[in-house]
């Protein structure tokens, strides 16, 4: 199965993708900021990376464009619960994110979103 990076501020959240993803046989890495993400995938390149969008020390824009500059093929579902996400969700998708999602989320959604993208 592929390997992917969860990275959000909220631990609840990583903590039940991590779970979810990995009954799905995924190897999963997590990262509490975009900071800590970029160093990890910079050491560590993995299939995909879901980003939640607004986070401290680096938010989940930034990660996408660091990404999508220095990993051309790197493959990124951007997520967001903010009010404005609509707008938040757009931009990411111009910064190169294959598929974004709005919090809250449904596991089945989630699951989908992973199987669409890590097949692109």
């Known amino acids: ?3 992917i990076l969860i ?3 909220e631990e609840p959240l990583r903590t ?3 779970r979810v993803l990995e009954e799905d046989g995924h190897t999963v890495h997590e990262a509490a900021n975009g900071s ?3 160093a990890l995938y910079r ?3 993995t299939d995909l990376v879901i980003t939640d969008i607004l986070m401290p ?3 989940g824009l930034d990660v996408l464009l660091a990404l999508t500059r ?3 093929e790197a493959k990124v579902i951007a997520m967001t619960g903010a009010s404005g996400d609509h707008q938040l969700l757009q931009v990411a998708k111009l910064l190169g994110a294959r598929k974004v999602v709005k919090k809250p989320f449904t596991i ?3 699951r989908s979103l992973v199987r669409t993208t890590l097949e692109q």
């Open 7 to 9: 990275v959000d501020d």
């Open 70 to 72: 220095e990993f051309l």
């Open 43 to 45: 050491e560590h390149p």
């Open 16 to 18: 039940l993708l991590r």
């Open 36 to 38: 800590a993400a970029l």
């Open 57 to 59: 020390k680096r938010d």
């Open 108 to 110: 089945e959604e989630i």
């Open 1 to 3: 199965m592929a390997s």
